[in-house]
């Protein structure tokens, strides 16, 4: 595969995509939606991945949305447009692989379809997220949306209300649960390496099948997602079929947090 807008390369079993379009603060296009879309089926369909990690190059900014100057495909007939959420955002192309995000600089709009459907999601000290719709008069719904399974209702109307006059520090993502971890910038991305490569350790049937329990449950009351888990288990964990010599797995150093 050739994208023509990200880095992609694969490694010890982990999968890293690096945003490449510094210069628009790695905005998406086109370009980048079509290589998404390739991506995910590659990483969807290959079993050599079993976890991912998303990342942004240069200084400024992780993805600060949708870019304005070069816009999207659009289809004139408005039932028939498509969200760039199907062609971005990894749970809604079924991909069952952790995503871990790694955020530096500027996190604003659309970098929400990444930050909203990953697995873990850490950050470095400069970080920023806001949603700039409503200042531009446009109506914030897709992103979020999908950042009400996330983080407090509170928090995600602030967000969307305050627009451009209010950015989220770092420390604050911490506190409501948006990152897991806030780092010196120059740890940022080996962290996230650490991390995609201890759940890719893991055998990948059981990983892949928690991530898919979880996040289907989202879409089901409590009392049914309670009563289909079962299934779940079942599949990822075969009768019979130990996927791990427990006497084999020694204790690890603890890290706390």
């Known amino acids: 595969m050739e994208p023509k807008t990200v880095l992609f390369g694969v490694a010890d079993h982990v999968a890293t995509i690096t945003l490449n379009r510094p210069e628009a603060m790695n905005s ?4 980048m939606l079509e290589d998404f879309d390739l ?7 290959v079993d050599d991945i079993h976890a991912v990690v998303l990342r ?6 992780f ?21 760039p959420g199907e062609y971005l955002s990894p749970k809604l192309n079924r991909v069952w692989k952790p995503l871990i995000c790694a955020v530096h600089g500027m996190a604003a709009g659309g970098a929400f379809y990444w930050l909203n459907e ?22 914030a719904a897709l992103e979020p949306i999908g950042l009400t399974r996330r983080i407090p209702l509170g928090e995600t109307l602030r967000i969307a209300l305050l627009g451009l006059d209010e950015r989220l520090s770092a420390a604050r993502a911490l506190q409501i649960g948006l990152v897991t971890e806030v780092l010196p910038p120059e740890q940022l991305w080996p962290r996230a390496d650490e991390l995609a490569r201890i759940i890719a350790a893991k055998p990948p ?24 888990g079962l299934s779940y288990t079942q599949l990822g964990n075969p009768v019979g079929k130990a996927q791990v010599d427990r006497s084999a797995v020694s204790r690890r150093e603890w890290t706390l947090r």
């Open 28 to 31: 998406f296009n086109q370009d």
């Open 39 to 45: 991506i995910w089926r590659v990483v969807k369909t």
């Open 56 to 61: 942004g190059a240069g200084d400024r900014a």
């Open 63 to 83: 993805c600060t949305g949708v870019d304005v100057k070069e816009g999207i495909d659009r289809q004139s007939n408005p039932w028939s447009q498509t969200d």
């Open 118 to 139: 990953a697995d873990i999601v850490i950050c470095s000290e400069d970080a920023t997220f806001f949603d700039p719709h409503v200042s531009y008069g446009l109506t």
């Open 205 to 228: 049937a059981a990983i892949q099948g928690t991530v898919r329990a979880i996040w289907e449950s989202l879409d089901q009351t409590r009392t049914h997602a309670l009563r289909t």
